[in-house]
C-alpha cells in the first residue's frame, strides 16, 4: 500500500511540474515587450525575432523534457528502491552476494535529483567580454627564453635615455625603505623576533620620530602582534601616530606574506582576515596596498582576494627572469591584474613588477647592481657585509654629493625608461634590515643629502624623496588622471598566473611544490579541523545564547581557535607550507602545528556534545572529563595519526559523527572496535549492516583484538548523527570482509585474523577486478596495482553503462639529480635527465580485500606501500577510486620518488592544474623548456582531457605535478636531498617522514552532444559539480567522535541538522567565523562572519545517475531561512576582511552571488 501510494504521488508531481513548466514557458513569450512594439505588423525585422522566439520555445521544450526525464528517473529510482525494500523486508536494507561472488548494495528507498538551471551552465563557456591583451599562457608560448647576456643587467637589456626626456615632466622618485622579516626560516619565528624583529620595530618608532620625512613600510602582522603585546602605551600611541601621519604603512596587512603555490584558499582568506581585524582593532588601519617581495612565484587568486579585501593595488617581485624581460621591454610591467572568468573588469587591481633579479638594494635602484649597492649604506667599510662587485659605498658628504647624486640619477633614470609613468619605486630593504640604530642613520642621513642635492638642482628635472609604498601608487593615479583602482591610459590588462619561477639559468624553483610534504599533508589536516571547530562552535554559541545557557558553554574556547587561526596563518609563510626552512625551524612548525590540531579537536568535541544533548539544561562542560573523545590522536608532531579504538562491553557505545561538508553525505564511516561481536543501530536504534574486517598493522600482521568496523552513514549538511555500538552478534548484519594476501614467492608469517576468512598464497594472483554499481577497475595480476620491472599496471577503468575500457596505468618513476655543481634542493628541481621505473628488491606482497561497502587491493613495496579502494555506495564515493600512497624514502640519496598516471585520452600536451583550491588555470607542456620547468603546483586537483573523457586527479595535500606525454598525469610524492640548492638555507633535505599521501582519480564522460572542443585554447576551465563535490569529500572527511564511558544512564543524543534547506550545490560555505568581542580580545562576539564562495563549473560532463542532490539557483540564497532554529538578527554585505561595508545593515537576507564570487557578511545569529 505504502509503495503504491509513494509512485501515485511522485506521478502527480512530474504531472504538476509539466504543466507549470509549459505555464511558465507561455508566460514568458506572452510578456515578452517586443512583442508589442509594432502593433501587430510584422516587417521582415520582426520575422527573425520571431523564429528566435519559436527557437526559444524549442529550448524550453527542451529543458523542461530534461526536467520531467530527471523526475521520471527518480520516480522509477524510488519505485525500483521501494520495491526492493519489500522484497528485503525494509527497514535495514541488507547486501547480498550475487552468482558470481560479487556484493551488491539495494539502493535506498528514496530518489537522488540533479537539477541544474541551464543558465548557470552558460558561465563555464566563456566568450563575454573583450580578452585581456596579456594573456600568461599565450605569453609563455611566444617567448623564446633564450637568456641572452643583457651586460650589466644580466639578464636584461642595455637602457638608454635623452637628455630632454624629462624636460615636460619631472622624474618623480619614491625610495621605500622595508624590512622583509620572515616568520621562521633560518632561526624559528621566537628567535628571530628576540634577536632581530624587536629591534627593527623599537627603532622605528625611534628614528622615524626623529625626522617627518621619513617613511618606512612593514608587511607581517604575526611579528607585528607580538611586539606590539610587548611595549608601553606610550610607545603604541607613537606608532598609532606614526601610521596615522603616513611615515608608517602596514602593507597587505596579512598574518604573513603567504606562498601563493602551495596555500589553500581558505587559509589565505584566514590569514588576510586575522591580520587586517588586528589592525583595525588595534591601529584602526586599513591597508591599501599589496607588498610581496619573497613568494616564490604569484597566483592570480592573491590578487583577486586583495581585491575582494578592497585594496585597490598590489607588488610582485618573484617573476621568471624572461618573462620581466619582455614586460620590461614592452613597457608592461605595470598591468591590470584580471581574473580570467572576469567579463566587466570587476576584479582588476593595479600590479607593479619589480623588473631586476631581487629586492635586495643591489637590484633596486637601478639595472646595474655594482652601482646600485654602492648606495647601500649598511654595506658601508667596517661593517660585517660589503659588496660583491668590490666597489664599497662611501659616506655622502658636501664634498662628494654632487658626483654621487650624478651617478645614482643615472640608475633612476634609466629604471623609470621601463615603465609608463615618470613616477619611480625605488625599495630600499632587504631581509632583518634595519636591526641596528647605526643602519638607521646611515641610510636615511646618507639619502637626505642625495635628496637634497637632488631636489636643490631645477635642472635636473628630479623631485626625490621617503616614501610608502601607497604613496607612490597615490602619485601615479595622480600623474594619470585616474581614480585610486582605475586602469590608467595605456596600461595593458593580464590574465593568468606566474609560475613556475627561474630567477637564473635553467634553476626553476619547482622543487618545493613537494619539498616536506608530510607537513603540507598536516597543513591541510589543520585547515579542515579550523574550519569545522569554527562553524560548530559558532553554531553552538548561538544556540545556547538563544537557550540562555550561554554561561554554561565554554565560550572561552575562543582563545583557542585564535591561536589556531594564527597558527594555520603563520604556516602559510613562504618558507613554512614551502618546505624551505632549517630543520629545526621545521620542527618549531610542527609542534604549533598538532598544538593547535589538539586544541581544534576539543572545541569540535565541546560544541559537538552540547548540540547533540536531547536536554541542553543538562549540558555540563568538564574540561578534565570531556563528554566525548576525539577521533584520532597523534604521539607527535611528525607521527601519523593513530584512530580511537572503542572498547566495547556490556553497556552501549555511543559515536557521533560530524559532517564538516556544507551539503549532505552518505559515506563509509570505519570505527576501530575491540571485539568482532559488534552490533550497530541508528539514531532511531535500527540496525545497520557493517562491514567487519582485521586491522592490519602491516602488509601479514594484525593487529590482535582490534577490528575496523565500516557503516555508510547519511548525515546531514554541517551536522552530527549518532551511531549506538552493542557487544553481541549479528550475523545477518555484521558482514564480514574476505581477505587474499599473495606472498609472491616470499617466506612471510601471515597472522591469521579472527572472524574475517583469509587465503594466504605464495605466488601471485590472475589478473582480477573490483567493481561497484558505477565502475569496474581492472588490476594486472602478478602485482596489483604495479607490474613486473619497472613497476607497470596494466589498469583499467570501464565505467558501468559503457562496454568501452578506460585505460588508466599506474608506474612509480625516480628521479636522480644532476652531477654538476648546481643540484636538487628544497627549492629547486634539477634532475638528471628523464624519470627512471621504480625497481623494488623483492616483488609486493599484495592484499586484496572484499566486502560489501568497499573492496581494496594493497600492494606492499619497500619505499610505498599503496592501497586503491573502491566504495560499494551510491553517490559521490563511490563514483571514484580511493588512493592512498604511505611514502618512506629515509633510505633515498638525492631521488625523488613519483608517481605517473597513464590513459589514452588525447590530451595534446595540455593539461590544468588548480590555484590555492580556488580555481583552474589550463597549462600546456612546453617543449622548448627544460623537464622541470614544466611542473607546477598542485594544492586540490589536476587533470586531462580530450573531447570525450576527462581523468581528475584530486589530492588531499599540495604536490607538484606535470603532464609529459600525451595522456600523462605526474605527481612528486616526495623528494629526499643530501645538498643545500644555493638559495641561502644552507641545508638540504634529509628530514623525511613516513607520509600517506592521499588522492582520488576521477573518470568522467562528455555528455553527448555538449560541443565542447577540447583543447580550445581558453583562458578558462572549472571542474564539474561532481569534480568540486569529489574535493570536499576527499579534503573534509566525517569525524567519529566516541561518546566516553561513563557510569550509566547516558543521556539522550539526537542528531544535529543546522540547515533548514540545503545550500545550491555550486555553494560553498566557506566559513563561519565568530569575530572578538570588542573589549576583551579572547572572547567572543555574538556577530560572525559568514564567508560564501559559488563555484564556476562545467556542465559538459555526465550527470546520469549520480545518486546525489544536486540543485543550482542561479546564484540566489535565502539566508533567513537558512539556519534551522536559529534567526539571522543582523546581515550586511562585507569586504572580504570586513573592513568595509558594502550596504547598510537590511532586513533583508536574501544574497546574490556571481559564478566565482567570494562574498563576506557580517551577521547574528540567535
Excluded at 585520452?905 to 607542456?925: E, K, W
Amino acid at each position: 500500500m505504502k509503495l503504491k501510494k509513494q509512485v501515485t504521488v511522485c506521478g502527480a508531481a512530474v504531472f504538476c511540474v509539466a504543466v507549470f513548466s509549459l505555464y511558465l514557458m507561455l508566460d514568458r513569450v506572452q510578456h515578452d515587450p517586443s512583442r508589442h512594439q509594432n502593433g501587430g505588423n510584422f516587417p521582415r525585422s520582426q520575422i527573425s525575432v520571431l523564429q528566435n522566439r519559436i527557437e526559444q520555445l524549442e529550448q524550453l521544450l527542451e529543458e523542461n523534457h530534461e526536467i520531467i526525464s530527471h523526475i521520471k528517473e527518480s520516480v522509477l529510482e524510488l519505485t525500483a528502491n521501494a520495491a526492493a525494500a519489500a522484497a528485503e523486508g525494509a527497514p535495514g536494507l541488507l547486501p547480498y552476494h550475487t552468482a558470481n561472488g560479487s556484493w551488491v548494495v539495494p539502493p535506498e528507498p528514496r530518489p537522488s535529483f540533479f537539477s541544474v538551471s541551464p543558465q548557470d551552465c552558460q558561465f563555464a563557456l566563456g566568450g563575454r567580454g573583450p580578452k585581456p591583451g596579456l594573456q600568461m599562457q599565450a605569453v609563455a608560448e611566444e617567448l623564446p627564453f633564450d637568456n641572452v647576456d643583457g651586460g650589466v643587467w644580466k639578464q636584461g637589456f642595455d637602457i638608454s635615455y635623452g637628455p630632454h626626456d624629462w624636460d615636460a615632466e619631472d622624474l618623480q622618485v619614491f625610495v621605500v625603505p622595508h624590512s622583509h622579516n620572515d616568520p621562521g626560516w633560518i632561526k624559528t619565528f621566537d628567535k628571530y623576533y628576540a634577536e632581530q624583529t624587536q629591534h627593527i620595530l623599537n627603532s622605528m618608532v625611534t628614528k622615524l620620530q626623529e625626522d617627518p620625512r621619513r617613511r618606512f613600510l612593514w608587511a607581517e602582522v604575526s611579528f607585528f602582534a607580538k611586539w606590539w603585546d610587548n611595549i608601553s602605551a606610550q610607545k603604541k600611541a607613537a606608532v598609532r601616530r606614526l601610521v596615522g601621519s603616513g611615515q608608517l604603512e602596514i602593507a597587505t596587512g596579512g598574518w604573513v606574506m603567504p606562498d601563493e603555490a602551495n596555500s589553500h584558499y581558505f587559509a589565505l582568506i584566514d590569514q588576510l582576515i586575522e591580520g587586517h581585524q588586528w589592525l583595525e582593532k588595534n591601529l584602526g588601519v586599513t591597508p591599501r596596498s599589496g607588498w610581496a617581495v619573497d613568494p616564490f612565484g604569484h597566483s592570480p587568486t592573491m590578487a583577486y582576494l586583495l581585491r575582494r579585501a578592497n585594496l585597490t593595488s598590489m607588488l610582485i617581485q618573484r617573476v621568471h627572469y624572461a618573462i620581466k624581460k619582455h614586460f620590461a621591454a614592452t613597457h608592461s610591467l605595470e598591468f591590470m591584474w584580471r581574473q580570467s572568468w572576469d567579463a566587466d573588469s570587476s576584479t582588476d587591481i593595479l600590479c607593479h613588477m619589480m623588473p631586476f633579479y631581487s629586492y635586495d638594494v643591489p637590484h633596486t635602484c637601478g639595472p646595474d647592481p655594482k652601482i646600485c649597492c654602492q648606495f647601500d649604506f649598511k654595506r658601508l667599510p667596517g661593517g660585517r657585509i660589503n659588496c660583491p662587485w668590490k666597489v664599497p659605498p662611501r659616506a655622502i658628504t658636501e664634498a662628494n654629493v654632487a658626483e654621487r647624486a650624478a651617478l645614482l640619477l643615472d640608475q633612476y633614470r634609466k629604471k623609470s625608461r621601463l615603465f609608463r609613468t615618470n613616477v619611480l619605486l625605488v625599495p630600499l630593504g632587504d631581509d632583518f634590515r634595519y636591526d641596528k640604530p647605526q643602519e638607521w642613520d646611515a641610510q636615511f642621513l646618507n639619502y637626505q643629502r642625495l635628496f637634497d642635492f637632488l631636489n636643490g638642482q631645477p635642472d635636473l628635472h628630479v623631485q626625490a624623496q621617503f616614501g610608502t609604498l601607497s604613496d607612490y601608487f597615490d602619485a601615479l593615479y595622480k600623474r594619470t588622471r585616474v581614480e585610486p583602482g582605475a586602469q590608467p591610459p595605456g596600461f595593458p590588462v593580464l590574465s593568468g598566473d606566474f609560475f613556475s619561477y627561474a630567477d637564473r639559468e635553467d634553476h626553476y624553483w619547482t622543487g618545493y611544490y613537494t619539498s616536506r610534504p608530510f607537513y603540507k599533508s598536516l597543513d591541510r589536516v589543520l585547515e579542515a579541523h579550523l574550519r569545522g571547530a569554527e562553524i560548530l562552535y559558532s553554531l553552538a554559541a548561538a544556540h545556547a545564547r538563544r537557550s540562555g545557557l550561554a554561561s554554561q558553554y565554554p565560550l572561552s574556547n575562543f582563545a583557542l581557535l585564535t591561536e589556531a587561526r594564527r597558527t594555520l596563518g603563520l604556516f602559510q609563510h613562504h618558507d613554512a607550507i614551502t618546505g624551505t626552512a632549517k630543520e629545526a625551524v621545521v620542527v618549531d612548525y610542527g609542534v604549533r602545528l598538532l598544538r593547535s590540531l589538539v586544541s581544534l579537536k576539543q572545541v569540535i568535541v565541546n560544541a559537538a556534545h552540547y548540540l547533540v544533548l536531547g536536554d541542553k539544561e543538562a549540558y555540563r562542560f568538564d574540561p578534565e572529563a570531556p563528554f566525548l573523545q576525539t577521533d584520532d590522536t597523534r604521539l607527535n608532531h611528525d607521527a601519523l595519526p593513530e584512530p580511537t579504538l572503542i572498547q566495547l562491553d556490556a553497556s552501549p557505545r555511543y559515536v557521533v559523527l560530524f559532517n564538516p561538508l556544507d551539503q549532505e553525505r552518505l559515506s563509509v564511516v570505519t570505527l576501530l572496535v575491540s571485539s568482532p561481536r559488534v552490533r550497530v543501530l541508528s539514531d532511531e536504534g535500527q540496525p545497520l549492516a557493517v562491514q567487519l574486517s582485521p586491522h592490519w598493522r602491516s602488509a601479514t600482521d594484525v593487529v590482535p583484538e582490534v577490528y575496523q568496523v565500516s557503516v555508510p552513514v547519511r548525515l546531514p549538511a554541517l551536522g552530527l548523527g549518532v551511531l549506538q555500538l552493542q557487544a553481541g552478534l549479528d550475523a545477518h548484519r555484521t558482514l564480514p570482509s574476505s581477505v587474499r594476501v599473495y606472498l609472491q614467492g616470499r617466506k612471510l608469517a601471515v597472522s591469521r585474523p579472527e572472524a574475517c576468512p583469509l587465503r594466504v598464497s605464495d605466488s601471485g594472483p590472475g589478473d582480477f577486478a573490483l567493481s561497484n554499481r558505477y565502475l569496474q577497475a581492472r588490476f594486472s595480476g602478478p602485482s596489483g596495482l604495479l607490474k613486473g620491472q619497472g613497476c607497470v599496471s596494466r589498469q583499467s577503468v570501464r565505467r558501468a553503462d559503457e562496454e568501452r575500457e578506460q585505460r588508466v596505468d599506474m608506474q612509480f618513476l625516480v628521479y636522480g639529480t644532476r652531477t654538476s655543481k648546481d643540484k636538487s634542493g628544497a627549492y629547486l628541481f634539477l634532475p638528471d635527465g628523464e624519470a627512471q621505473p621504480y625497481v623494488p628488491k623483492e616483488p609486493p606482497v599484495l592484499r586484496v580485500t572484499e566486502g560489501p561497502f568497499f573492496s581494496e587491493v594493497a600492494a606492499f613495496y619497500e619505499h610505498v606501500h599503496q592501497v586503491v579502494r573502491l566504495y560499494n555506495l551510491p553517490g559521490v564515493e563511490g563514483l571514484s577510486l580511493d588512493v592512498s600512497s604511505l611514502v618512506d624514502i629515509r633510505d633515498y640519496v638525492n631521488k625523488e620518488l613519483a608517481l605517473r598516471i597513464q590513459t589514452d585520452i588525447d590530451s595534446q600536451g595540455a593539461f590544468f592544474t588548480d590555484l590555492n583550491g580556488f580555481q583552474v588555470q589550463p597549462r600546456r607542456y612546453l617543449r622548448k623548456l627544460p623537464l622541470q620547468a614544466n611542473f607546477y603546483p598542485m594544492p586540490v586537483m589536476a587533470y586531462i582531457q580530450d573531447a570525450r573523457d576527462r581523468l581528475t586527479l584530486h589530492t588531499a595535500q599540495a604536490l607538484g605535478v606535470s603532464s609529459l606525454g600525451d595522456g600523462q598525469l605526474e605527481v612528486i610524492l616526495d623528494r629526499r636531498l643530501m645538498q643545500d640548492d644555493n638559495r641561502g638555507l644552507g641545508q638540504g633535505l634529509k628530514d623525511n617522514k613516513r607520509t600517506r599521501n592521499r588522492f582520488r582519480l576521477l573518470l568522467e564522460r562528455r555528455a553527448l552532444g555538449s560541443g565542447v572542443r577540447v583543447p580550445d585554447g581558453r583562458s578558462t576551465s572549472y571542474p564539474s559539480l561532481l569534480s568540486h563535490l569529489t574535493s570536499v569529500y576527499l579534503n573534509a572527511p566525517v569525524l567519529a567522535l566516541p561518546v566516553a564511558t561513563r557510569q550509566p544512564p547516558a543521556p539522550r543524543l539526537r542528531p544535529f541538522q543546522p540547515l533548514a534547506s540545503s545550500l545550491p550545490c555550486d555553494f560553498h560555505l566557506l566559513n563561519l567565523r565568530t569575530l572578538q568581542a570588542e573589549d576583551e580580545p579572547s572572547l567572543p562576539s555574538a556577530e560572525a562572519a559568514l564567508i560564501l564562495h559559488r563555484k564556476g563549473f562545467d556542465c559538459s560532463l555526465e550527470a546520469k545517475n549520480l545518486g546525489f542532490n544536486c540543485t543550482t539557483s542561479q546564484g540566489k540564497v535565502a539566508l533567513g531561512s537558512l539556519f534551522h532554529g536559529l534567526d539571522v538578527g543582523f546581515l550586511q554585505p562585507t569586504s572580504l576582511t570586513l573592513l568595509y561595508p558594502l550596504a547598510a545593515p537590511s532586513n533583508s537576507t536574501d544574497v546574490s552571488l556571481e559564478p566565482m564570487e567570494v562574498a563576506t557578511f557580517r551577521l547574528r545569529l540567535g
